[in-house]
């Protein structure tokens, strides 16, 4: 089905309408609810530009609208930017899930940019982390060699937090040779079993029975904090410790190095005004 769908944009070549959109200066074509995807699909395709950003009122209308154009495009070709879920200032962090998918899709961009990215206006406005190199993945496969402390500590570092047993997004534990993650952008958490320093297994397993279940040859492990207390943030935040000292006490953790509730909201004023 997917197949069939993805050759029907390709119908739209030679559509005038559409083929203006693609220079300069060209006016604003209405085009009905319904053929917003298939239009949207045969504008990447044609354009020489990647990706095309798309922006759309709501979420729900970036969710719905990315479904339809994976049809067209294929789920590799199209990527979503999830915009937070707290309000400004508030002091709450968005979920593990938001932000590691926002991670991806910004790595994504610099890495194998996807033909389309769909955002709603909330999330396009939203103001981005101070390091792009924040985003890069901790990528794990079948025979990599690897010391498992120094992962679980590179894990830490990017905002993971370690626990006896790995129940939600963003856990990771280690059980002798075993070292259990919930990536922030998977469905299900993951096992890497280790022979010594060699991964001999790799595979998710269920967190109600901590069962093994479909195995995997790589994985790619994306930070869960959009606000990471680098070398760069600290720095920031240790200078506004003095010239805003209405907020000492988070510039104090921030400076620390320490992750806690709503250090998200700080974001303002340890990126650079420039993102």
Request: with cysteine; aromatic share 6%.
């Amino acid at each position: 089905m997917t197949a069939a769908l993805s050759s029907l944009p390709a119908l739209l070549d030679g559509e005038p309408a559409l083929t203006a959109l693609l220079g300069r200066g060209a006016p604003a074509v209405a085009i009905p609810e319904p053929a917003h995807a298939i239009a949207l699909a045969h504008l990447a395709q044609s354009s020489e530009r990647r990706p095309v950003l798309v922006v759309v009122p709501t979420d729900i209308e970036a969710e719905r609208l990315t479904n339809d154009l994976r049809l067209f495009c294929g789920d590799d070709e199209v990527e979503r930017l999830p915009a937070w879920e707290t309000l400004p200032f508030e002091r709450m962090s968005p979920s593990v899930e938001t932000m590691g998918h926002r991670l991806r899709v910004l790595w994504r961009l610099r890495s194998r940019p996807p033909r389309l990215v769909v955002a709603s206006l909330r999330s396009a406005l939203q103001r981005l982390g101070p390091s792009d190199e924040s985003t890069d993945p901790i990528v794990v496969g079948v025979g990599d060699v690897l010391d498992p402390q120094h992962l679980v500590a590179e894990l830490v570092r990017i905002g993971y937090r370690r626990d006896v047993q790995v129940e939600h997004r963003g856990d990771v534990a280690v059980r002798g040779s075993i070292v259990d993650v919930f990536p922030s952008t998977t469905t299900a958490p993951v096992r890497i079993d280790l022979w010594g320093d060699e991964v001999d297994r790799l595979g998710e397993f269920s967190v109600a029975d901590q069962r093994s279940r479909a195995a995997l040859a790589e994985v790619e492990i994306f930070p869960c904090r959009e606000v990471l207390p680098d070398e760069t943030v600290r720095a920031v935040a240790e200078q506004l410790v003095a010239s805003a000292p209405w907020g000492r006490d988070q510039w104090t953790r921030l400076s620390d190095g320490e992750f806690f509730e709503g250090m998200e909201s700080w974001l303002p004023w340890v990126v650079d005004h420039d993102r």
